[in-house]
């Protein structure tokens, strides 16, 4: 019988494999040729130095990340009380600019400001002012990355909300919380034992996982805030691959209790399990669509591993992908309308992006070791998990795979990012 989960996601792989805690250190770049992008000049804010965190220079990298901007050669000199000179930075060809500062308070928070110019009409688009704890002017630049991003396009931007993924280092592994930068990482936990599937609940403050640490595969509940966890399934055999239903109240899990590999929806405090489905087959990875009334799920139930579809209640199940023999990881865009996923090819793992009104797929990817696609909140986004340079490394990628951008992570493998929701 074909494996259903990618080469990282195995549970005997995995349980076979040492680990370790380590702090992700990223650094971002830009690859790729993307299509036409807005041109904005992010000055570097007044008296930046005050700040623990290069305000502009995140801002920079946020928008150029989303696919939807080109940074313009912005000199210094300017801040959100200036009068901006508009002939030079129209020949500069910027249609928007960003200026701002940094002022230390009294109370030792710092007050970030900025404003944000159309360039072309000479006008003030937004003003905003953000009086932070300097642990948290990080948090600020990605706020004023997303007033930018909404501004100019008319669509809430992603910068401010968190990725989750695990680490794996020496004899540990980690699950690590991050900006959607991958910067800022903070341990949730560290064992010996392997931690794999992390999944955030809608609220942004828990996580479900699964949980080796008793030497059986076992589903866990993290607060993220206080650290406090519990144990949502540990029956017989293995309980593996949570998933949250968009209002949080239930999961849906892959458990072997009765036999093969089945999927079961759980409440959250634990009560209410029942099987979705009934067969020979191996089901597993399921994930909701956005409105709650069905799950995608991977299914050899055809001969090999390929992506179905059923209500969320249990029925009938369809099979969704027809290119190629091996399609694995389903993710949907939160609007419903893309299905990402990681199919085979030649023996390569690569990141396909499916459209799920026309059934129509694309590959975006031309790597060997993709896995563990996830959206951005907004669904511009995709977060994913592969190899470069013979390391395992974080990338994002617009949907159409034209702008990609490594967080590339030193010293330790990354596996199973997944994107937090609109929180913060």
């Given at each position: 019988?074909?494996?259903?989960v990618?080469?990282?996601?195995?549970?005997?792989?995995l349980?076979a494999?040492?680990?370790g805690?380590?702090?992700?250190?990223?650094?971002?770049?830009?690859?790729?040729?993307?299509?036409?992008?807005?041109p904005?000049?992010?000055?570097?804010?007044?008296?930046?130095?005050r700040?623990?965190?290069?305000?502009?220079?995140i801002?920079?990298a946020?928008?150029?990340?989303?696919?939807?901007?080109r940074?313009v050669?912005?000199?210094?000199?300017?801040?959100?009380?200036?009068?901006?000179?508009?002939?030079?930075?129209?020949?500069?060809?910027?249609?928007?600019?960003?200026?701002?500062?940094?002022?230390?308070?009294?109370?030792?928070r710092?007050?970030?400001?900025?404003?944000?110019?159309d360039?072309v009409?000479?006008?003030?688009?937004v003003g905003?002012a953000?009086?932070?704890h300097?642990d948290?002017?990080?948090?600020?630049?990605h706020?004023?990355?997303?007033?930018?991003?909404?501004?100019?396009t008319?669509?809430?931007?992603?910068f401010?909300?968190?990725?989750?993924?695990?680490?794996?280092?020496?004899?540990?592994?980690?699950?690590?919380?991050a900006?959607?930068?991958g910067?800022?990482?903070?341990?949730?936990l560290?064992?010996?034992?392997?931690?794999?599937?992390?999944?955030?609940?809608p609220n942004?403050?828990?996580?479900a996982?699964?949980?080796?640490?008793?030497?059986?595969?076992?589903?866990?509940i993290q607060?993220v805030?206080t650290g406090?966890?519990?144990?949502?399934a540990?029956?017989?055999?293995?309980?593996s691959?949570?998933a949250w239903?968009?209002?949080?109240?239930?999961?849906?899990?892959?458990?072997?209790r009765?036999?093969?590999?089945?999927?079961?929806?759980?409440?959250?405090?634990?009560?209410g399990?029942?099987?979705?489905a009934?067969?020979?087959?191996?089901?597993?990875?399921?994930?909701?669509s956005?409105d709650?009334?069905?799950?995608?799920?991977?299914?050899?139930?055809?001969g090999?591993?390929?992506?179905y579809?059923m209500?969320?209640d249990?029925?009938?199940?369809?099979?969704?992908?027809?290119?190629?023999?091996?399609?694995?990881?389903?993710?949907?865009?939160?609007?419903?309308?893309?299905?990402?996923?990681?199919?085979?090819?030649?023996g390569?793992?690569?990141?396909?992006?499916?459209d799920?009104?026309?059934?129509?797929s694309?590959q975006?990817?031309d790597?060997?070791?993709?896995?563990?696609?996830a959206?951005s909140p907004?669904?511009?986004?995709?977060?994913?998990a592969?190899?470069?340079?013979?390391?395992?490394v974080?990338m994002?990628?617009?949907?159409?795979?034209?702008?990609?951008?490594?967080?590339?992570?030193?010293?330790?493998?990354?596996?199973?990012?997944?994107?937090g929701p609109?929180?913060?």
């Amino acid at each position: 019988m074909l494996e259903l989960v990618s080469r990282r996601r195995s549970l005997a792989a995995l349980a076979a494999l040492g680990a370790g805690p380590a702090l992700a250190q990223v650094r971002i770049d830009i690859a790729g040729v993307g299509g036409t992008r807005i041109p904005v000049g992010i000055v570097d804010f007044r008296d930046e130095s005050r700040s623990p965190q290069p305000i502009a220079a995140i801002v920079r990298a946020d928008l150029e990340r989303s696919g939807l901007f080109r940074s313009v050669d912005a000199p210094g000199g300017l801040s959100e009380t200036s009068t901006p000179v508009w002939p030079d930075w129209r020949a500069r060809q910027a249609d928007a600019l960003a200026a701002g500062s940094v002022t230390r308070l009294a109370d030792g928070r710092l007050d970030i400001r900025f404003k944000l110019w159309d360039v072309v009409k000479g006008t003030e688009l937004v003003g905003e002012a953000h009086a932070v704890h300097p642990d948290d002017a990080r948090l600020a630049a990605h706020r004023i990355a997303d007033t930018i991003y909404e501004k100019l396009t008319g669509e809430r931007g992603a910068f401010a909300t968190r990725m989750a993924y695990v680490t794996k280092a020496g004899p540990r592994y980690s699950l690590v919380v991050a900006d959607a930068d991958g910067e800022g990482a903070k341990v949730a936990l560290t064992s010996p034992e392997p931690i794999i599937s992390p999944a955030w609940a809608p609220n942004g403050r828990e996580l479900a996982y699964v949980s080796f640490e008793s030497r059986k595969a076992t589903v866990r509940i993290q607060d993220v805030l206080t650290g406090q966890r519990r144990v949502l399934a540990d029956f017989k055999g293995t309980n593996s691959a949570p998933a949250w239903s968009p209002d949080g109240q239930r999961l849906v899990l892959s458990l072997s209790r009765e036999g093969g590999t089945q999927l079961f929806v759980i409440n959250r405090d634990g009560s209410g399990l029942r099987r979705l489905a009934r067969s020979s087959a191996i089901d597993t990875e399921a994930c909701y669509s956005p409105d709650g009334s069905k799950i995608y799920f991977v299914s050899d139930r055809g001969g090999g591993p390929q992506i179905y579809r059923m209500p969320a209640d249990g029925g009938t199940a369809e099979r969704v992908s027809f290119s190629g023999n091996y399609n694995i990881s389903p993710a949907v865009s939160p609007d419903g309308r893309t299905l990402a996923y990681i199919t085979r090819v030649s023996g390569a793992f690569r990141l396909s992006v499916m459209d799920l009104g026309t059934g129509q797929s694309q590959q975006i990817s031309d790597a060997n070791d993709d896995e563990s696609p996830a959206f951005s909140p907004n669904g511009k986004l995709i977060v994913y998990a592969s190899r470069a340079g013979g390391k395992e490394v974080l990338m994002t990628t617009t949907l159409d795979g034209k702008i990609k951008t490594p967080l590339l992570v030193t010293l330790v493998e990354v596996r199973e990012p997944t994107w937090g929701p609109f929180t913060r």
